[in-house]
């Protein structure tokens, strides 16, 4: 550290040094040494400023720099050509095309930079490390489901969201049906992609890559998730198989809720509402807020009673999670709806008085 900051104060005494010897723009030898001195400092801070920027920012932005500074110089031949004979003005304008150019190529190719797959060209690049915004690929069914909003907004997904072009070519055929259905949904992942896009802490980036021989959407995601080295996050069952057979990586959002619901251990007891019959033969079943179903024992009768009772097992399905409990009425509480809601009421304290009425004094 101290042999870099060293490198760094000779850098800048050399370039006051040689301002100071030289004497540009005809100034005094003080002045030039300031000069030179504060052109040494801007240049050590700019380098401080590229230590932060990623490879591929950097490659990205030299591109697009070299691309906006090649556009200018053509455009400049038209500009002097088209313009009148007045060469100050030829200049000014030329200058500014240069300079909006460059800007517009180093901005541009920066952001786009971070999807160029540095490790695929092998030597110098393989062992440059994963960027710190990885991606995420978004296919059609997470978007129309609408969750992966809620959980962006959450903070738990950082990076980069990216959504390819045909799948925003799907979602809009879908919201085009003639099916009212699928049209509704269509365009609820529309407005999806709309709250996604206003999450400051997200960059959600479109990609026009498209893989013309391949048909179906799920293939050309596989495809894609191949190319840049990212997860794909959905909640379709059939496409976390076939991601997983070619080594990609998936999120599925399905997973997340059924890894998030509540543990209930056998023995636990559990208070529930049994709302309607079960399959098997004095069976009742009871739902959490969740969505979970809970398969009751001895239950038939209790159809819409809130009852206490006995977790016995749990069961993992690809589905979700399934309770089975079981109940006695000689060990376990039967509540009546109407009484629990008295007394979370009466748990409340007594409600106000409207303005300007007051309780009748007895006599």
Not at 70 to 82: K, W
Not at 145 to 158: H, K
Request: glycine fraction near 8%; charged fraction near 20%.
């Amino acid at each position: 550290m101290i042999d870099i900051l060293l490198i760094r104060a000779f850098f800048i005494i050399v370039i006051g040094w040689s301002a100071y010897a030289l004497r540009p723009f005809q100034l005094n030898p003080w002045m030039s040494a300031l000069l030179g001195a504060l052109a040494g400092c801007a240049i050590v801070l700019f380098e401080l400023r590229l230590r932060e920027v990623s490879l591929k920012r950097l490659i990205g932005s030299a591109f697009g720099s070299v691309l906006g500074i090649i556009g200018a110089y053509f455009i400049s031949l038209v500009i002097g050509r088209a313009l009148p004979n007045d060469q100050s003005t030829v200049s000014f304008v030329q200058i500014l095309v240069l300079l909006v150019m460059w800007y517009v190529g180093l901005v541009i190719g920066a952001n786009k930079g971070d999807m160029l797959n540095l490790a695929a060209l092998g030597g110098l690049f393989g062992g440059e490390k994963a960027g710190t915004q990885p991606f995420k690929i978004l296919d059609t069914s997470v978007i129309i489901d609408g969750r992966i909003a809620d959980i962006s907004e959450t903070g738990f997904l950082d990076g980069i969201l990216v959504i390819p072009q045909f799948v925003l070519r799907e979602l809009q055929l879908v919201a085009d049906s003639a099916d009212s259905m699928k049209r509704n949904r269509g365009r609820r992942g529309l407005d999806v992609l709309q709250r996604i896009q206003k999450i400051p802490t997200l960059n959600v980036q479109i990609l026009e890559d498209d893989f013309p021989a391949v048909r179906e959407v799920d293939m050309k995601l596989i495809e894609l998730a191949k190319v840049y080295s990212c997860k794909i996050v959905t909640n379709d069952f059939n496409l976390n198989k076939v991601a997983q057979l070619h080594g990609v990586d998936v999120l599925n959002i399905n997973e997340l809720a059924n890894a998030l619901k509540p543990v209930v251990l056998p023995g636990e007891l559990m208070r529930v509402f049994i709302l309607k019959e079960g399959k098997e033969h004095n069976q009742g079943v009871a739902y959490l807020d969740d969505g979970t179903m809970v398969v009751v024992d001895n239950a038939k009768r209790m159809i819409s009673k809130t009852i206490d009772i006995s977790v016995t097992s749990v069961l993992q399905t690809t589905a979700g999670k399934m309770i089975f409990g079981r109940f006695d009425d000689k060990v376990h509480s039967v509540f009546d709806n109407k009484h629990i809601q008295d007394r979370q009421e009466r748990s409340q304290g007594p409600r106000e008085q409207p303005a300007g009425i007051t309780p009748q004094q007895g006599s």
